[in-house]
């Protein structure tokens, strides 16, 4: 280990931070499988996606002006890629206003944004110059990755829910920024060093929100809860029939019993008050129901 020098430090967490961020770039899939099953994105926000798509087509830009970046410049390519997917998978699915939407952000950010750092950087500076310029923006935006996140904070706030809050996209945005907060420090690039220490904060603010509120939540669901009605049984029993047991009554079947038994009560109880009355007993003899025939088990 004493022979590891700083350059190879800063390549092991470059490996790390790859890795970490590949899965990054994959967390989100379980909410995409969840669109699909709804065929709707309704309640879900493209804004993430497109300012990560924005930031990691800046990085490549970055990283093609600095030396020793390869490891920039693959991770990224992967997150042009998967965040293309994600972004085009959502146009699909969303309602029409948040297509117009999502649509209006990419030709701002992406073509328009974009296009215009390129541009502008190309012409305006040259050489060291221009890669630190680059630098500060890729900054800026990463920050804007960190912080896009926080419009689905404010929703499990209000709505009390973590339904639209991936975990896994929290845990891995964390382990993310740790591995690359070394790999810029190691570098000693504090355009890559400094917007992770930010994201870093924000991953933990929203793994101790989605703990809180999932928690709630449960509690909730808990309470709400009724307790199952069990389905009660009659078992009749006959000396001839060797206790064996007849089917099971159904609740209604059960009801109706005791219906019947009320009403034969009240005919008796009619009849006894009034013995002398003709009229009660023909009333009582047309209220009686008709006798139910006894059935033997098999």
């Not at 497109?50 to 990283?63: D, P, R």
């Not at 400094?194 to 603010?205: H, W, Y």
């Not at 038994?261 to 009240?266: A, D, N, Q, T």
């Amino acid at each position: 280990m004493a022979g590891f020098s700083t350059d190879h430090w800063a390549f092991a967490f470059g490996v790390l931070g790859n890795i970490v961020s590949f899965i990054v770039f994959l967390s989100p899939m379980p909410t995409f499988y969840k669109i699909y099953k709804k065929k709707s994105a309704e309640g879900y926000q493209s804004i993430p996606y497109v300012i990560a798509l924005f930031s990691s087509m800046l990085w490549i830009y970055y990283a093609f002006l600095k030396t020793n970046t390869t490891l920039l410049i693959t991770i990224n390519s992967f997150g042009v890629f998967i965040e293309t997917i994600y972004v085009g998978f959502y146009l699909f699915y969303a309602p029409k206003k948040a297509r117009v939407q999502t649509v209006k952000m990419l030709l701002l950010s992406v073509v328009g944004g974009f296009g215009a750092i390129v541009l502008v950087t190309q012409f305006l500076f040259k050489g060291a110059v221009r890669g630190q310029v680059v630098g500060w923006i890729c900054l800026v935006f990463s920050l804007c990755v960190f912080v896009a996140p926080l419009g689905i904070v404010r929703k499990v706030i209000k709505t009390k829910s973590v339904e639209y809050m991936p975990l896994l996209l929290s845990v891995f945005l964390t382990l993310s920024a740790v591995m690359w907060f070394f790999y810029g420090l190691l570098l000693k690039d504090i355009n890559i060093a400094a917007p992770n220490v930010l994201g870093f904060i924000f991953g933990i603010l929203q793994i101790v929100l989605y703990v809180i509120y999932n928690k709630k939540e449960k509690a909730i669901l808990k309470e709400q809860k009724l307790p199952e009605i069990q389905k009660p049984s009659v078992i009749l029993l006959d000396e001839n029939m060797n206790n064996k047991k007849l089917p099971e009554l159904t609740q209604e079947q059960i009801i109706d019993i005791v219906k019947l038994g009320l009403m034969v009560c009240s005919d008796k109880v009619h009849v006894a008050s009034c013995p002398h009355d003709n009229t009660c007993a023909a009333t009582a003899h047309e209220n009686t129901p008709p006798k139910l025939q006894t059935v033997e088990a098999a």
